[in-house]
């Protein structure tokens, strides 16, 4: 049996600790994705859930608890093997898309390959293919401001995917988009996982794109619990 795409253990997280207006977001956190599964994080504005992602992701450090990626224990990492396991295992999205605005579709989604030792050749050639599986090949060429919203996302979601990661991590991955588009762009977030079979923890506030999921959570006053 393999390890889990994602193991959280007793993960607190405050901020300004110890002083008169410390703020704890998470209050020991248990939380596994195993692997090729699809969870909804189901949580209201300011919850925790951005916060309870970055640690997810290795983009913050937990007050205590453990993080494992793929069966590896992260605790007390170096900064260089957080950035290899971070870059080669998770990727991320956001709400917004973050496009770099200078480079095409295409090349967006190449350079971080690049970044990871991959051929420029073998780079365009996964990069086409992403665009393909989620029917914006033919827009490969243009720049993020020549694409509509729903379309600068998915080339999001692609570039999210380009190394191949393990774990997907996504923060209102369609909360940026009206109710017809984010139905569309997220039916090719699921194709694209669901064809990749990587595992995915995917925040939302929409319980009817939460309920096309494998399994909902809830986080509120910084606990989690079953949907």
């Known amino acids: 049996m393999s390890d889990p795409s994602l193991s959280l253990s007793g993960i607190t997280k405050a901020y300004n600790a110890g002083k008169p207006n410390e703020v704890t977001v998470l209050r020991g956190i248990d939380l596994t994705v195993a692997e ?8 209201p504005s300011g919850a925790g859930k951005s916060t309870l992602l970055h640690i997810a992701g290795l983009l913050d ?27 080669q295992d998770v990727g991320f999205i956001y709400q917004f898309h973050h496009l770099l605005p ?13 970044a990871n030792g991959v051929s420029k050749a073998e780079a365009e050639a996964r990069a086409q293919k992403l665009l393909s599986d989620v029917g ?6 243009h720049r993020p401001a020549a694409l509509s ?24 991955p369609t909360g940026n988009l009206d109710p017809k588009t984010s139905d569309t762009v ?3 977030l699921m194709t694209l996982v669901r064809a990749t079979g990587l595992s995915a923890l995917i925040a939302t506030h929409n ?6 999921m ?9 606990q989690l619990a079953s949907e």
Request: proline letters at 4%; aromatic letters at 4%; a neutral charge.
């Open 207 to 212: 319980l009817e794109l939460a309920g096309r």
């Open 186 to 188: 997220f039916a090719a």
């Open 102 to 114: 200078e480079f095409t579709a295409l090349e967006n989604i190449v350079l971080p390959q690049l």
């Open 149 to 172: 919203g729903g379309e600068q996302q998915r080339v999001a979601f692609c570039r999210a995917l380009a190394n191949t990661p393990r774990l997907l991590l996504a923060d209102e």
């Open 36 to 43: 090729g599964e699809v969870v909804a994080l189901v949580a």
């Open 214 to 222: 494998d399994r909902q959570i809830r986080l509120d006053l910084g």
């Open 136 to 141: 914006i090949a033919p827009r490969a060429g």
């Open 61 to 87: 450090t937990p007050d205590a608890g453990q993080v494992h990626i793929a069966g590896t224990d992260m605790t007390g990492q170096s900064d260089r093997k957080r950035t290899a396991v971070r870059r």
